[in-house]
């Protein structure tokens, strides 16, 4: 296991962007399995709750039925109806869904599922094999300190030059992922069910760090949110890192530029519109994986455990939800003026602009440990305390200036504005390719309801106190 314990990291000098320092020291407990010491809610951080009720385990089942379910009905929707739910929605009335799916539905096909395989072993190459800087995460709730490769930036310039290049030389239809979706979807649903099946069964049978397990009491609780909080292969193929990251975020341009090929056989031309939707995911996906190492201290990897959500989540609902704008203007071409194209642009830029410096801000700051300028002052910081699984106390620091003196999750603000921007490319004839800003906000506002609670278990009084200097939670003045 590639954990470190922090003493001997003194010893050998090494200092880990994020660690921080321990306050008091007792032994160490063994790590032995167990069910019972990871229930202990007081040092509950990583998931905030232990579901466990017969309303949650039947929450968690809706979810996994109705996402993939919706995933299906919104490309029949785009397939068969010009993109309009409501005509799609009103003919499943009429012949029942079972009748509408069953007709509908997307067909499994033999190329797109070993296309897909393939996809997927050529990613694990590139993540195992690429040159890679090595990156330290943050503690984990049993005092873990995780090592990831992190290439992803150069596993996406290989990709796409990939395809760029045999699409060039003619070897690759570049318009081959849209043309091929239907069997696309089935075979990234198959993987994704398969993916969540095999963390929850490796969490029981074989944990990569048993200590940093969750259980619910519920199956379908445990299935949904994952028990492993980062399951690995051996010492270094991480899933979460993985699968967010390659089969997720890279093919999300990688779809995008396969829908403007698509829409330019199909009509003849390429709308600014398509482009400037692409631009702004790429935009996106790009600053991921830049900031790579900035990913191994936000929620996803450092709280969220490896089930259903992240696994069918980065698989599916990923590349089918997040390219929405890219597939609706491939079939249903949007062209706007230059100046209104041009103004939806500026604000996706803009609020991108304040995403990344918003997250820059904290992880500047947890890196120096305070001790950094922010918008030309010293950082103001707050010093908190927490436990980990060991009983060890650490200190840590939540910044209280710049923009994270404005609100507690401006960074979620500038994600909106970027998202709404990517939508407005479509303009408003139909609401279809609006579902991806309207799910970011449901999450975002969710996940920072989830992310307080969770770090007021954290750090107790001094959540409180940062919550009394930092009164707004998203948007400054308004909420
Ligand atoms: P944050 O990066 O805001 O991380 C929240 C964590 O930061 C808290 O749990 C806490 O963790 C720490 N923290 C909170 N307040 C402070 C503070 N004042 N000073 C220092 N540390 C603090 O949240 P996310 O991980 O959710 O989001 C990261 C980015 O990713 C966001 O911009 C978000 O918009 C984006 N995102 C995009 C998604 C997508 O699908 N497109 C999905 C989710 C997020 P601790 O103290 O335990 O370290």
Known sequence: MESIVLPSQALHGITPASAPEKTTSSPRRPRLASFSSTRDSSISWGRSHHHGSFLHALGCAGVMVLSP??????????????GSINMAWQLMLEMGPINFFRFYAPRPSMAASIGYGAWLLVQAGLYLFLPSVISTGQLTPAGNLLKYRTNGLLAWFVTHGLFFGLSISGHLDPAILAKNWEGLLVAANIWGFLLASIAYIKAHVSPTHELDRKFSGSILYDMYMGIELNPRLGNTFDFKLFTNGRPGIIAWTLIDFSFIAYQYQL??????????????HSIYAVDFFINEDWYLRTIDICHEHFGFYLAWGSAVWLPAMYTLQTQYLARNPVALSNLHALMILATGISGYIIFRSVNYQKDHVRRTKGNCQIWGAPAKVLHVKYKTADGLEHNSILLCSGWWGMARHVNYLGDLILSYSMCATCGFEDFLPWTYAIFMTVLLVHRCWRDEERCSMKYGKGWENYCKQVKWVIVPGIY
């Open 69 to 82: 379910s919706l995933v299906v009905f919104y490309w029949i929707s785009l397939s068969s109806f010009h």
């Open 267 to 280: 009509h003849g031309y390429i709308t600014n519109t398509i482009v400037i939707s692409t631009i702004l």
